[in-house]
């Protein structure tokens, strides 16, 4: 019953997004509906990653993060992106479309907007008990050392898996700041940014003085106690 629910919703969207397009190329005259895009082969030399549904819910991030990418190399048309995307899927994953295919026809799945697509994916690969897994680790996401970049890698990661974490804006920022050192924390609170962007631009340069002063042990090192630095593994 909950499947048919979600497939009567995607059928409902679908119909409106391809109303409000008929009736947007039908306002524009002879100008409407010519966009740009690109043939399948042209896609695939972009070297999309594929994406079999086993990888969890980092690997259907960064599946879709590289999909995003190449689209926007590629100038695929938003009409193509879930035709294209689909022809990247393998075992299980591949499977879990041709379901929704099977009931919704391959015309209407194709049709799906993306965004619909995404969260359909979403649904499916991103299972609750994992991500409350991941919400336990972003409560104690630590900066390492002077390990900035790795910090904030992980912390966009976090981010775009665990959203409510992080709505509204300063939501964010409070959780980026508890997660750096206290060398250059209350320098970064001091700072009384309300966006995140010039805040982390901010923790990369304090954390650079930090290791230059001799605050912070320098990349690749973090301190054990008080007098022991150890070499961090290099994977």
Known sequence: MMVERKFNKVLAEYEANRHASETSGTNNGSHGGVAKGCSFKAFLRCHPHKFQGT????GLLRWIEKLESVFSMSECSEENRVKYATGTLEGPALTWW???VQ???LETANSIPWENFTRMLHEEYCPRDEIRKLEEEFWVHKMVGSEIEKYCTRFHELCKLCPAMVTPEYKKI???ISGLPEQIQSMVTASDHTTIQPLIRLAHKLT???VAQG???KRGEYVVGCLEIVMMSSS
């Open 55 to 58: 990888e969890g819910a980092v």
């Open 98 to 100: 041709n379901t929704h």
């Open 103 to 105: 009931t919704l026809g």
């Open 174 to 176: 409070e959780q980026f």
């Open 208 to 210: 650079d003085q930090a």
């Open 215 to 217: 605050k912070l042990p």
